[in-house]
C-alpha cells in the first residue's frame, strides 16, 4: 500500500474496499474474509473493554477509528489486535477527555485478555509488564497515524441538520436518536469508518432512520438534504442500502418496534408538558383575579362616596367574580378539548406509521 502521503503529512484515512481487499499489509498472513472477520470482532472487542471501563460510546467509535486506520499500514499477522484494541481505546481516552489510567485500564480488562486466568492484587509483575506492552503499542500507533488524532464522528453533523428542520420536536428528537443508533451499529458491523468520511455517513444514516419514520427530509428544490451533507443522491442511496443490509429481517423489525414505541412515549410526554404549562397558567390567572377582586372588596365604606363620583361600582366586584369563574370554566372545557384531539391525532399517526412503514426487503450482504 502507498504511503506517501501519510509521510506529507496529508492523511485522508479513507480506503477503497478493493484496495484494502488486494494490498492490505495483511495480506501475507491472511485472506480478506479472515481479516474483515477480525476487524469486526476487534470492534465488538473495544465496546465491551469500554463498557467495563465505564467509557461513553463516543470514546470507544475514536478507539475503533485508531484500531482501524492502524491496520491498514502494520499487519494482523505482527501485531495481536487485543493489545492494540486496549491500547487504541487508551491513546482515545485522552484524546475525549476521558482518561483512565493505564493500571486501572490493564487490571478491569485483563479477563477479556486471559478469560481462563485471575490477576491477582499482590500480581504486581504481570501487571507492570501489561502495561509497558501497552505503552509501546500506544506509541506505534501514534507514529503509524503521524501523531494525527483529528478524527471526526457523524453524531454532530446529523443532530445540527436535524436541529435546523421545521417539523414538530417529537419527531426531531426520535430521528436523532434513530440515526445516532445506525452510526453506533456502522461503528460496531462495518468498517465505513475507512471507507467513507464522516459527512457520507452523515447523511446516509439520516436518510435510513427518515424513510423508517415516514419523515420527508428535502428533497426538491436548490438546497436538498444531500447538498448540506457535501454529497450526492446516488451516494446516499447506496450508502444507505448497506447500512440496511447490515440487519436481518428481524433486526429491522425491532427497530421499527422500537421507534414506534418511542414516538409514543415521546408523544405523551409532550402532551403532558403542555397540560402542565397550560394549568399553571390558568392557576396564576385564578390567583390573580381572586387577588384584584378581594382588594376591591375590601375597600373603606368612607370612600363609597368617591367611588361613585369616580364611576366605579363596588358591585362590580361580584360580577367580576363570576365572570373570572366562567372564564375558568371555559378554558378547562377548551383543555380537555385539546387533550382528546391530541389523543386521536397520535393513535391517527400511529395508525399511518403501521400501515405506511413498508421498507424494502433487504438483501444478503456476502462477503468476498
Same mark, same amino acid.
Given at each position: 500500500?502507498?504511503?506517501?502521503?501519510?509521510?506529507?503529512?496529508?492523511?485522508?484515512? =479513507?480506503?477503497? @474496499?478493493?484496495?484494502?481487499?488486494?494490498?492490505?499489509?495483511?495480506?501475507?498472513?491472511?485472506?480478506?474474509?479472515?481479516?474483515?472477520?477480525?476487524?469486526?470482532?476487534?470492534?465488538?472487542?473495544?465496546?465491551?473493554?469500554?463498557?467495563?471501563?465505564?467509557?461513553?460510546?463516543?470514546?470507544? *467509535?475514536?478507539?475503533?477509528?485508531?484500531?482501524?486506520? =492502524?491496520?491498514?499500514?502494520?499487519?494482523?499477522?505482527?501485531?495481536?489486535?487485543?493489545?492494540?484494541?486496549?491500547?487504541?481505546? =487508551?491513546?482515545?481516552?485522552?484524546?475525549?477527555?476521558?482518561?483512565?489510567?493505564?493500571?486501572?485500564?490493564?487490571? $478491569?480488562?485483563?479477563?477479556?485478555?486471559? #478469560?481462563?486466568?485471575?490477576?491477582?492484587?499482590?500480581?504486581?509483575?504481570?501487571?507492570?509488564?501489561?502495561?509497558?506492552?501497552?505503552?509501546?503499542?500506544?506509541?506505534?500507533?501514534?507514529?503509524?497515524?503521524?501523531?494525527?488524532?483529528?478524527?471526526?464522528?457523524?453524531?454532530?453533523?446529523?443532530?445540527?441538520? %436535524?436541529?435546523?428542520?421545521?417539523?414538530?420536536?417529537?419527531?426531531?428528537?426520535?430521528?436523532?436518536?434513530?440515526?445516532?443508533?445506525?452510526?453506533?451499529?456502522?461503528?460496531?458491523?462495518?468498517?465505513?469508518?475507512?471507507?467513507?468520511? #464522516?459527512?457520507?455517513?452523515? *447523511?446516509?444514516?439520516?436518510?435510513? *432512520?427518515?424513510?423508517?419514520?415516514? =419523515?420527508?427530509?428535502?428533497?426538491?428544490?436548490?438546497?436538498?438534504?444531500?447538498?448540506?451533507?457535501?454529497?450526492?443522491?446516488?451516494?446516499?442511496?447506496?450508502?444507505?442500502? &448497506?447500512?440496511?443490509?447490515?440487519?436481518? /429481517? $428481524?433486526?429491522?423489525?425491532?427497530?421499527?418496534?422500537? !421507534?414506534?414505541?418511542?414516538?409514543?412515549?415521546?408523544?405523551?410526554?409532550?402532551?403532558?408538558?403542555?397540560?402542565?404549562?397550560?394549568?399553571?397558567? %390558568?392557576?396564576?390567572?385564578?390567583?390573580?383575579?381572586?387577588? &384584584?377582586?378581594?382588594?376591591?372588596?375590601?375597600?373603606? /365604606?368612607?370612600? /363609597? +362616596?368617591?367611588?361613585?363620583? &369616580?364611576? !366605579?361600582?363596588?358591585?362590580?366586584?361580584?360580577?367580576? +367574580?363570576?365572570?373570572?369563574?366562567?372564564?375558568?370554566?371555559?378554558?378547562?372545557?377548551?383543555?380537555?378539548?385539546?387533550?382528546? $384531539?391530541?389523543?386521536?391525532?397520535?393513535?391517527? @399517526?400511529? &395508525?399511518?406509521? !403501521?400501515?405506511?412503514?413498508?421498507?424494502?426487503?433487504?438483501?444478503?450482504?456476502?462477503?468476498?
Amino acid at each position: 500500500m502507498d504511503l506517501s502521503h501519510i509521510k506529507k503529512g496529508v492523511v485522508p484515512w =479513507f480506503f477503497p @474496499l478493493e484496495l484494502l481487499e488486494r494490498y492490505s499489509p495483511s495480506r501475507n498472513s491472511m485472506n480478506w474474509s479472515k481479516e474483515f472477520e477480525i476487524r469486526l470482532e476487534a470492534s465488538k472487542f473495544i465496546q465491551k473493554a469500554g463498557e467495563m471501563l465505564n467509557l461513553p460510546f463516543l470514546t470507544q *467509535a475514536t478507539g475503533i477509528v485508531l484500531f482501524q486506520r =492502524f491496520y491498514t499500514v502494520k499487519s494482523f499477522g505482527k501485531y495481536p489486535y487485543q493489545n492494540v484494541c486496549l491500547a487504541g481505546l =487508551f491513546l482515545a481516552g485522552k484524546k475525549e477527555e476521558t482518561f483512565c489510567h493505564i493500571r486501572e485500564l490493564v487490571r $478491569k480488562t485483563y479477563p477479556l485478555l486471559y #478469560p481462563n486466568k485471575f490477576l491477582s492484587k499482590e500480581d504486581d509483575q504481570e501487571l507492570t509488564r501489561l502495561c509497558k506492552k501497552l505503552l509501546d503499542i500506544e506509541n506505534d500507533l501514534l507514529h503509524v497515524i503521524s501523531f494525527d488524532l483529528e478524527i471526526d464522528h457523524p453524531y454532530d453533523q446529523v443532530v445540527d441538520y %436535524i436541529k435546523k428542520l421545521k417539523s414538530d420536536k417529537t419527531y426531531q428528537s426520535t430521528l436523532a436518536q434513530t440515526a445516532w443508533n445506525f452510526i453506533n451499529d456502522c461503528y460496531r458491523k462495518t468498517i465505513f469508518c475507512i471507507l467513507y468520511p #464522516p459527512n457520507i455517513i452523515s *447523511a446516509s444514516v439520516l436518510s435510513l *432512520a427518515a424513510q423508517f419514520l415516514n =419523515f420527508k427530509l428535502p428533497v426538491d428544490g436548490q438546497n436538498p438534504f444531500w447538498k448540506h451533507f457535501g454529497t450526492t443522491r446516488e451516494v446516499v442511496e447506496e450508502i444507505s442500502s &448497506k447500512i440496511q443490509n447490515m440487519y436481518m /429481517t $428481524k433486526d429491522l423489525e425491532r427497530i421499527k418496534l422500537s !421507534i414506534k414505541e418511542n414516538l409514543k412515549s415521546l408523544s405523551k410526554n409532550s402532551l403532558q408538558k403542555r397540560n402542565s404549562s397550560k394549568k399553571y397558567e %390558568i392557576e396564576q390567572r385564578i390567583k390573580s383575579r381572586k387577588r &384584584k377582586s378581594l382588594e376591591s372588596s375590601t375597600q373603606p /365604606t368612607n370612600n /363609597t +362616596s368617591k367611588n361613585v363620583n &369616580k364611576g !366605579i361600582d363596588l358591585n362590580q366586584s361580584t360580577n367580576d +367574580s363570576i365572570d373570572i369563574h366562567r372564564e375558568i370554566e371555559q378554558d378547562l372545557i377548551n383543555l380537555e378539548d385539546n387533550n382528546n $384531539k391530541n389523543n386521536q391525532n397520535r393513535d391517527d @399517526l400511529n &395508525k399511518k406509521y !403501521i400501515d405506511n412503514n413498508q421498507l424494502k426487503k433487504p438483501r444478503n450482504n456476502n462477503k468476498k
